[in-house]
């Protein structure tokens, strides 16, 4: 059992930036894929980012560019800086743990789930 928690979440206006961290209960980031989820109201939790065992990193096309995903096994947590946030960047963000990165992407499904953190972004 991995228990997830997220923080860093709030309110920003358009174009400006945050940084979620995503915190494992134990140590658990190298051995597996860490993906980063939204959900806006009314619409289904989409893919945003994520990095895989090894390091390499994958992003929606709606976040490339602007966000970035990094690790720090040193202390069990995953990052997401999230630069140039947009109105339609409004959402809960989770992270969550899961088996890969192309599983993520296919399915927006994981093993474990953090209990989400809300972005606000106004225009």
């Known amino acids: 059992q991995v228990q997830l928690e997220e923080s860093g979440g709030g309110l920003v206006q358009a174009g400006g930036s945050l940084r979620l961290s995503c915190a494992a209960s134990r140590r658990t980031f190298s051995s597996n894929a860490v993906g980063w989820f939204r959900q806006a109201p009314g619409k289904e939790r989409e893919f945003v980012a994520a990095?895989?065992?090894?390091?390499?990193?994958s992003y929606a096309d709606s976040v490339k560019g602007r966000f970035t995903c990094s690790r720090d096994d040193t202390r069990n947590t995953v990052y997401l800086q999230m630069n140039s946030l947009k109105p339609e960047d409004t959402a809960i963000y989770y992270c969550?743990?899961?088996?890969?990165?192309?599983?993520?992407?296919?399915?927006?499904?994981?093993?474990?789930w953090g209990q989400g953190t809300q972005v606000t972004v106004s225009s």
């Open positions: 990095i895989s065992r090894s390091g390499s990193t």
């Open positions: 969550a743990v899961g088996y890969s990165v192309t599983y993520f992407r296919a399915t927006s499904q994981a093993d474990y």
